[in-house]
C-alpha cells in the first residue's frame, strides 16, 4: 500500500511540471484585445537565449516605457474586402470566397515608406485553422498624387506562423512568397520577398514578467529569413534581412505573453524590441509623427498637394491634428490632408493619456513645406497695350487691383483678371485663391510711353461707333507706318481698319507714323 502511495505521489509530482500545449483554440479570437507594453531598458542585462526543460525565466525587472493595445478584428470589417475580391475576380461569391480565405485580422502597424511612397493602415489577413495560422494578405492605403486608395498584396506562398498544436521540442520550416507591383497606383515600386520561417519549441517551465508569474509555457525561437528585392523606377535594389525572436506562449492567453525580436547582425543576435503582456500604466505619453511625401507639390489640376501622416505616438488614449492653415482638427490616427496653398504649414499633433490622473498631454510642431514647382500661385502680371492681366488662372481665383500711387488703395470695380487704366500710373493686383491671399509687384503703366492717350485732333476716325469698316478722316501725323486693334483685354485682334469679324465691345487702335504713335479708341456696334 505504501509503495502504490508513493507511486501516486511521484506521478502527481510529474504532472505538476510536465509541459503545456497550445492549440489554435487558445489563439486569439475576432474581438479580442490585448494590452501589451514595450521595453528597451531590458535589452541589456537579460538574457533572453537560456532555454531548458522546466526551466524559470525571470525578466520582473522589465520597465515598460510604451503600451499599445493589440486589436484582432473580423477581416469583413478591416476595409479591404470590396478590392481583394476585385482583384480576384470574384463579383457574384465575393462573401464565399473572402470568408473561405481569412477568419481573423490585425493591424500590422501604423504605416511606412516605400521608396518615399507611403502605405497607411496596413493590415495582416489571417486564417486561423485546427493545424495552422496562416497569414495569406496584406491591404494597406497608398496615397499617390493626392489620392489615397486601398490596395491587396496576396502572399503567391502564405506565410505559415504557426502549427498547431505548439508542444516541446517541435520545429519546423515553411516558405513564404508576397509580391507588391505599385506602378498601376502611380507609384514607380514593386516590392518582392520571398522567405522562410523557422519554428523550433525549445523550452517549457516557468516566466515572470512584471504583470507577474506564468507557471506554464512553453518557449520558442522563430528565424525568418527574408531576401526582398525593391524595385523602383526599372532599378531593382536587393538585400537580405534575418530575424530571430523568441516567445513565450501560456494556453490562458491568446497571444504570446512574452516577445523578444531581434536582428542577427555580422553573425551576432541583436535584440531590439521587448514586448509582453500588461495591465494598463500610466505612463508619459510620447508625441511623434511623419508625413510624405517630404515636399508635397500643389496641383493645378486638382487644386490642392495632399500630404498624408503617419502617427508614431505612444502612450496616449485621445490625439487631435492641427495642420497649419486654418482648417479644421482632425482626430483621425494617420490622417491624409489637401492643402490648398502652397508654403510652410506648422503642423501640431496633440496627444493625451487620459488614463494618468490628472491627464498627461503631450505635442510635437513639425514644418510642412507645400512647394509650387509649377507656378500655379504666380503673381506675375503681363503689360499689354491697353492693359494689365494677372498671369495666375486657377480655379475660383479673385481679383482685385489696386492703387500703388495711392498706398494700394482698390480701385473700384477693378475686380476682372484684366484691368485697362485710364491714367498712366503704378497698379498692382491683389489675388486670393482658396482663401490664401497675395500680392503683385508694382507695375508702371504708361500707354506704351504715350504721353497722350489720344491725341485729339492730329488723327481722326469714322464711323465711331462701327458695324465694321473704319475710315481715317483725317491725318496731320504722317504716313501710316503700322496698324494694330486690341480688344479690351490687351489682345491684338487684327492689323487691318476692319472689326467686320469681331465681337461687339470697345477697343483700341494703335496707328504708328513716322512722327509717333497714337491709340485711338472705338466701338464694335
Known amino acids: 500500500m505504501k509503495k502504490i502511495i508513493f507511486l501516486l505521489l511521484c506521478l502527481k509530482s510529474v504532472i505538476g511540471i510536465a509541459q503545456t500545449t497550445y492549440l489554435s483554440s487558445d489563439f486569439a479570437a475576432i474581438n479580442e484585445q490585448f494590452i501589451v507594453s514595450h521595453s528597451t531598458t531590458?535589452?541589456?542585462?537579460?538574457?533572453?537565449?537560456?532555454?531548458?526543460?522546466?526551466?524559470?525565466?525571470?525578466?520582473?525587472?522589465?520597465?515598460?516605457?510604451?503600451?499599445?493595445?493589440?486589436?484582432?478584428?473580423?477581416?469583413?470589417?478591416?476595409?479591404?474586402?470590396?478590392?481583394?475580391?476585385?482583384?480576384?475576380?470574384?463579383?457574384?461569391?465575393?462573401?464565399?470566397?473572402?470568408?473561405?480565405?481569412?477568419?481573423?485580422?490585425?493591424?500590422?502597424?501604423?504605416?511606412?515608406?516605400?521608396?518615399?511612397?507611403?502605405?497607411?493602415?496596413?493590415?495582416?489577413?489571417?486564417?486561423?485553422?485546427?493545424t495552422l495560422l496562416e497569414n495569406k494578405m496584406l491591404g494597406a492605403s497608398i496615397t499617390v498624387g493626392g489620392t489615397t486608395v486601398p490596395i491587396v498584396a496576396s502572399y503567391q506562398t502564405p506565410d505559415i506562423i504557426y502549427q498547431f498544436p505548439i508542444v516541446y521540442n517541435t520545429s519546423y520550416t515553411n516558405s513564404n512568397a508576397l509580391s507588391v507591383d505599385l506602378t498601376s497606383f502611380g507609384a514607380p515600386i514593386q516590392y518582392a520577398s520571398t522567405g522562410q520561417r523557422t519554428n523550433l519549441v525549445e523550452g517549457w517551465g516557468s516566466l515572470t514578467t512584471p504583470f507577474g508569474t506564468f507557471p506554464n509555457v512553453l518557449k520558442m525561437k522563430t528565424t525568418v529569413v527574408n531576401n526582398i528585392t525593391v524595385t523602383a523606377n526599372g532599378t531593382p535594389t536587393q538585400n537580405t534581412v534575418t530575424t530571430v525572436s523568441y516567445k513565450w506562449f501560456d494556453p490562458a492567453y491568446g497571444i504570446p505573453v512574452l516577445q523578444v525580436d531581434g536582428n542577427i547582425v555580422a553573425s551576432q543576435w541583436i535584440p531590439n524590441e521587448i514586448t509582453y503582456f500588461d495591465i494598463q500604466r500610466c505612463l508619459a505619453p510620447n508625441a511623434a509623427f511623419g508625413f510624405f511625401p517630404i515636399a508635397a507639390d500643389f496641383n493645378p489640376t486638382t487644386n490642392n498637394a495632399s500630404v498624408s501622416f503617419i502617427n508614431g505616438s505612444s502612450n496616449y488614449d485621445t490625439l487631435s491634428w492641427n495642420f497649419g492653415d486654418g482648417s479644421a482638427n482632425s482626430t483621425a490616427v494617420n490622417p491624409t490632408h489637401n492643402y490648398t496653398c502652397p508654403g510652410v504649414k506648422q503642423v501640431t499633433l496633440t496627444i493625451t493619456n487620459a488614463f494618468c490622473n490628472p491627464d498627461q498631454v503631450d505635442t510635437i510642431t513639425l514644418p510642412v513645406t507645400i512647394t509650387d514647382t509649377q507656378n500655379a500661385f504666380t503673381t506675375a502680371v503681363t503689360i499689354n497695350p491697353t492693359s494689365l492681366t494677372a498671369v495666375r488662372n486657377l480655379a475660383g481665383t479673385t481679383y482685385q487691383w489696386l492703387d500703388c500711387n495711392n498706398n494700394n488703395s482698390p480701385i473700384s470695380n477693378q475686380t476682372a483678371q484684366t484691368f485697362s487704366?485710364?491714367?498712366?500710373?503704378?497698379?498692382?493686383?491683389?489675388?486670393?485663391?482658396?482663401?490664401?491671399?497675395?500680392?503683385?509687384?508694382c507695375v508702371a503703366f504708361d500707354f506704351l510711353n504715350t504721353p497722350n492717350f489720344e491725341l485729339s485732333d492730329a488723327i481722326e476716325l469714322y464711323p465711331n461707333p462701327t458695324t465694321g469698316s473704319i475710315t481715317i478722316s483725317r491725318n496731320e501725323l504722317g504716313e501710316i507706318k503700322n496698324i494694330a486693334i486690341y480688344n479690351s483685354l490687351g489682345a491684338m485682334v487684327t492689323d487691318k481698319l476692319d472689326l467686320s469679324g469681331q465681337a461687339s465691345g470697345l477697343y483700341f487702335i494703335k496707328l504708328t507714323t513716322d512722327k509717333g504713335s497714337v491709340i485711338k479708341k472705338i466701338i464694335k456696334q
Open 42 to 130: 531590458g535589452l541589456v542585462g537579460n538574457d533572453f537565449v537560456q532555454t531548458g526543460t522546466n526551466f524559470n525565466w525571470n525578466y520582473s525587472t522589465l520597465i515598460p516605457s510604451t503600451q499599445e493595445t493589440l486589436l484582432y478584428q473580423n477581416p469583413n470589417n478591416a476595409g479591404y474586402k470590396t478590392v481583394w475580391c476585385f482583384f480576384n475576380g470574384y463579383i457574384l461569391n465575393c462573401n464565399t470566397q473572402f470568408n473561405n480565405n481569412f477568419n481573423l485580422a490585425t493591424k500590422l502597424t501604423n504605416g511606412l515608406q516605400i521608396q518615399g511612397y507611403g502605405l497607411t493602415n496596413l493590415i495582416d489577413h489571417l486564417k486561423l485553422s485546427t
Open 421 to 441: 487704366p485710364t491714367v498712366s500710373g503704378n497698379y498692382a493686383v491683389q489675388l486670393t485663391t482658396n482663401g490664401c491671399q497675395s500680392v503683385s509687384n
